[in-house]
């Protein structure tokens, strides 16, 4: 069973950046797409962006396009969420997961509607505020 653990949120001021991980571990992600997805208080859960288990398709929600980059290394089992410009708006609980596909695919999950996912991590929390 794939396991994800997401880490590097936490408390930024407005215009700053954060770095968040996504490490698996059960299984090697070279079958997995992942994608971020995020959740603020009160409001539905929103794709921000995806990867294709090859890493070399990505796609992003128009909100963060420009600021926020995914990426992957398939050999340390990990993908990041290189998040900058930050808004207040970009606060809430980001969530990666992981989609089976095949070995070194090009296909990249849908953002909206979210997935489908078949794992989950448990969420960590980005705030930006002054």
């Known amino acids: 069973q794939l396991q994800l653990v997401e880490s590097g949120g936490g408390l930024v001021q407005p215009g700053g950046s954060l770095r968040l991980f996504c490490v698996a571990s059960g299984y090697t992600l070279n079958f997995y797409a992942i994608g971020w997805v995020r959740q603020a208080l009160g409001k539905e859960r929103e794709g921000v962006s995806c990867i294709s288990s090859s890493g070399g398709r990505t796609n992003y929600v128009d909100s963060v396009k420009g600021r926020f980059t995914i990426s992957r290394d398939n050999a340390k089992n990990t993908v990041y969420l290189q998040m900058n410009s930050l808004k207040p708006e970009d606060t809430a609980v980001y969530y990666c997961?992981?989609?089976?596909?095949?070995?070194?695919?090009?296909?990249?999950?849908?953002?909206?509607?979210?997935?489908?996912?078949?794992?989950w991590g448990q969420g960590i929390q980005v705030t930006v505020s002054s």
């Open positions: 997961a992981a989609q089976l596909t095949n070995y070194n695919s090009d296909y990249v999950p849908s953002l909206e509607p979210v997935g489908p996912y078949n794992f």
